[in-house]
């Protein structure tokens, strides 16, 4: 039961903290509540490390959801790649995760970004973890289709389809397709995977991404 709440007081901690941010650097407060957190709660050792933006970090029961997969949670809520980039020290290398699970970019487009530079910015990040985790498989979820983005859905289609041609030629990356499913029979979002914002998920939403993630995660091998 404590430790069903860790991820809960976190949320609250990130919260509390986004809306009183000054943001010298853009979420540098969300990023150092992070870290106290990490020195109340000390993080599980070689985790599945989800990281990206508020579809990662408001994913409530990520831990319980993947219980035997030993995971952790550190999603930043806003976040794009380049503040992934920025914090990549922080977010990821200091775990020392056996896999990586990224989901972001999605916010990158409201500020203008094509699916060009979505694409830039991903191979910029992908480089940067390749950098110090050669071997640890990477796993990115595709962007998903937001009712409340549906003008950028054309965008987030063409930058998935670049993300996904260039981790086909990659050793240990994979990307996981989620845009299609969450579509109906006439290609549009399907608004009943959204909570009222048509924004963020709900339940049947993150159902949807367990059942596509969980063939790709590893188990921790028995010593």
């Given at each position: ?20 941010a ?13 870290k ?17 933006s ?63 530079s ?61 845009f299609?499913l ?24 993150y ?17």
């Amino acid at each position: 039961m404590t430790k069903l709440f860790f991820p809960f007081l976190l949320g609250l901690l990130l919260s509390a903290n986004s809306l009183s941010a000054q943001e010298k650097v853009r979420y540098q407060d969300d990023v150092r509540t992070i870290k106290k957190y990490d020195r109340m709660f000390a993080p599980p050792a070689d985790p599945i490390l989800f990281v990206g933006s508020s579809s990662i970090r408001k994913w409530d029961d990520l831990e319980r959801t993947f219980a035997s997969y030993v995971v952790m949670n550190r999603g930043v809520g806003g976040a794009v790649l380049n503040d992934i980039i920025y914090f990549a020290q922080d977010l990821i290398f200091d775990y020392h995760p056996r896999q990586v699970v990224i989901y972001v970019g999605e916010n990158d487009l409201p500020e203008g970004a094509t699916a060009d530079s979505v694409f830039s910015r991903f191979q910029r990040l992908y480089s940067i973890v390749r950098s110090q985790l050669p071997e640890v498989p990477v796993e990115y979820i595709s962007l998903k289709p937001s009712p409340s983005r549906v003008q950028y859905m054309k965008t987030a289609a063409e930058a998935n389809a670049l993300i996904k041609a260039f981790l086909a030629k990659e050793k240990n990356a994979h990307f996981i397709n989620v845009f299609s499913l969450m579509l109906d029979k006439n290609g549009q979002p399907r608004p009943e995977l959204f909570v009222t914002d048509m924004l963020h998920m709900n339940a049947k939403g993150y159902a949807i991404w367990r059942k596509a993630i969980q063939p790709y995660l590893l188990k921790r091998s028995s010593k």
